[in-house]
């Protein structure tokens, strides 16, 4: 029988990557690679990769009572992968990278990493490790207030393969946006893959290379 963690049930305070503000709640359940808090309004699934600090908050806190969670049992123990099992088809918002946030349905989980349906980017491959937190939404809650005519959940327009690397491989020669297009250089075609390194052939033509490790997502335009 694992061990309770002493922080579980009380208001927390994280600090996880790329956030510069904490993120605060109450601690609902951790396992060996995810975390859950609810911030008083939504449940929060972080993977402890992304956690660099966990502490009890400090000054005042105002209480409230949390609702059951929307994937798993009291009973059951919570993994990052499982997690991600469970929200398949549940509208979810997921940050990733800089001040963004992407609103949609995760439709795919593989290997390291999986697919999002978003109505802004249409499908979207995240790399497992680059996820910093999962929101799932209400049930009766759609993207947008989207109908479903509006917004149909589509097949994604890639083949997918198992890894993220096999991915990435696969779209040689598309024109391509990796992390959300954020940085300029980081929109064009994806000319190869030289071990770590990726060639990306920008808007002037000229070749920027990126170490694959630090691509957190890819789609198509």
């Not at 800089?98 to 593989?110: D, E, K, R």
């Amino acid at each position: 029988m694992r061990n309770r963690h002493p922080l579980l049930d009380r208001y927390v305070e994280l600090d996880i990557s790329g956030k510069s503000l904490p993120i605060k709640g109450k601690l609902i359940d951790i396992g060996q690679d995810i975390l859950v808090l609810h911030n008083g309004s939504q449940f929060l699934y972080v993977p402890l990769i992304h956690l660099q600090q966990l502490r009890l908050s400090t000054g005042d806190i105002q209480e409230f009572d949390v609702p059951e969670t929307p994937f798993e049992s009291p009973n059951d123990q919570i993994s990052y992968r499982k997690i991600l099992m469970n929200a398949k088809g549940m509208f979810s918002e997921l940050y990733i990278t800089g001040n963004q946030s992407i609103h949609g349905y995760l439709t795919s989980v593989m290997n390291d990493f999986f697919v999002f349906y978003s109505p802004v980017y249409h499908s979207v491959v995240v790399s497992l490790q680059h996820l910093k937190y999962l929101i799932p939404y209400n049930p009766n809650v759609t993207p947008y207030t989207l109908t479903p005519e509006q917004f149909p959940l589509k097949p994604s327009p890639i083949t997918l393969a198992r890894t993220f690397d096999q991915q990435l491989r696969k779209l040689i020669g598309e024109f391509v946006i990796l992390d959300l297009g954020e940085n300029p250089n980081k929109i064009g075609v994806l000319k190869s893959i030289d071990q770590s390194l990726i060639e990306l052939s920008t808007a002037g033509g000229n070749s920027v290379y990126l170490h694959f490790d630090h691509v957190k997502t890819v789609h198509l335009p």
